[in-house]
């Protein structure tokens, strides 16, 4: 099944988070990697959607540890 309108909130997020993120990549003095960004914006964009339309921001808040822990592994494993 599929929500329209949810899809469009979806590509509107991944447009605003690609230049977002490319400016956070700079920032901190990475290349921004293009392999990456579907990945990254859909992860960060599901977890936003899920946050505000699906009500979780408590669950996420009370596993930002784990989050965080997410993050860094992948981060940390994605210059494979």
């Known amino acids: 099944m ?3 309108n949810l899809e469009k909130l979806f590509l509107k ?7 977002d993120l490319n400016k956070l990549y700079k920032k901190f ?6 392999n990456e960004y ?6 960060m964009n599901s977890l936003v959607l899920g946050r505000d339309i699906l009500k ?5 808040y009370k596993n930002k540890e784990n989050l965080k822990d997410m993050l860094k ?7 494979r």
Do not use: H
Request: net charge negative.
């Open 2 to 4: 599929s929500d329209e």
């Open 29 to 34: 003095g990475f290349d921004f990697n293009y």
């Open 73 to 79: 592994i992948y981060f940390k494993n994605s210059d």
């Open 56 to 60: 979780a921001k408590g669950n996420f």
């Open 13 to 19: 997020l991944k447009e605003e988070t690609f230049f």
């Open 38 to 43: 579907d990945f990254l914006t859909d992860f």
